[in-house]
């Protein structure tokens, strides 16, 4: 089992930034790639990033590649999210997530331990 929780969400306006937090306790944290995902009112839950167990690999989803960074801390059991240069379009629920199947490193299916969710909210 692990259980995960997410901060750092919140309200800010468009061009500013915000890093989202991802605390896991459980079993081992560093054996899991970490993804996070967002969903918007009305819309799917979408692939934002992913992290390999070891950090050394990451991949964005493209509206996101080159603003928000992923990384993780195993010392500390805990993902991070820098996002920066947000839009207004960033407003969504974010969540983490900790993949456990083996398939797409960038489909929901893949993880199977997921946090409550943190709002972050962009003004224009």
């Known amino acids: 089992q692990v259980q995960l929780e997410e901060s750092g969400g919140g309200l800010v306006q468009a061009g500013g930034s915000l890093r989202l937090s991802c605390a896991a306790s459980?079993?081992?944290?560093?054996?899991?790639?970490m993804g996070w995902f967002r969903q918007a009112p009305g819309k799917d839950r979408e692939f934002v990033a992913t992290?390999?167990?070891?950090?050394?690999?990451?991949d964005y989803a493209d509206p996101v590649k080159g603003r928000f960074t992923i990384s993780r801390d195993n010392a500390k059991n805990t993902v991070y999210l820098q996002m920066n240069s947000l839009k207004p379009e960033d407003t969504a629920v974010y969540y983490c997530?900790?993949?456990?199947?083996?398939?797409?490193?960038?489909?929901?299916?893949?993880?199977?331990?997921w946090g409550q969710g943190t709002q972050v909210t962009v003004s224009s």
């Open positions: 997530a900790a993949r456990i199947y083996n398939s797409d490193v960038r489909s929901t299916t893949a993880y199977y331990y």
């Open positions: 459980g079993r081992s944290f560093s054996n899991y790639r």
């Open positions: 992290i390999s167990w070891s950090g050394a690999v990451t």
